[in-house]
């Protein structure tokens, strides 16, 4: 799967986002390196702050399922779902990646129904708390 199809999966799957509250609408796409793919949508809640974003629902998803190795993601997302510029994912999403991902891990960011900028993990959280300073061996 090229990152042109990975994003028409995080498109569809922006139209199950569950979002009375903000009206923001967000799909991700995340691909493993076992070639499946898991996507994702926010799902907000009446109490706030129980809401998860797309990029974690797509994230939980596949580690639920017994994936851990991921190769790239692709998040999109606006207003009445409408993508229109880009949005980069929040950090809490970005500290969800960071416990699965390496520094190099690449990022798709939907600017538009048709075009993308591509980041890394890195270049969204650098100097992350990541699982190497939990390695209690050293
Ligand atoms: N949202 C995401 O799904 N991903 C992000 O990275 C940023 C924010 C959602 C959460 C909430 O439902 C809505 O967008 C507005 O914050």
């Not at 569950?18 to 793919?37: D, E, H, N, Q």
């Amino acid at each position: 799967m090229n990152k042109t199809e990975l994003c028409e999966l995080a498109v569809k799957a922006k139209d199950n986002a569950y979002t009375p509250y903000s009206g923001f609408k967000v799909g991700a796409a995340l691909m493993c390196r076992s070639g499946r793919v898991f996507t994702g949508c926010n799902i907000e809640n009446a109490s706030y702050t129980p809401t998860v974003c797309a990029e974690r629902t797509a994230v939980f998803k596949a580690v639920s399922e017994g994936e851990t190795e991921f190769e790239m993601l692709a998040v999109c997302g606006g207003r009445d779902g409408i993508i229109s510029g880009m949005f980069p994912p929040c950090g809490v999403c970005r500290q969800v990646l960071a416990e699965f991902c390496p520094p190099e891990f690449p990022i798709i960011i939907m600017t538009s129904e048709n075009t993308f900028k591509e980041l890394t993990l890195e270049e969204l959280l650098p100097f992350s708390f990541n699982p190497e300073y939990m390695n209690t061996e050293d």
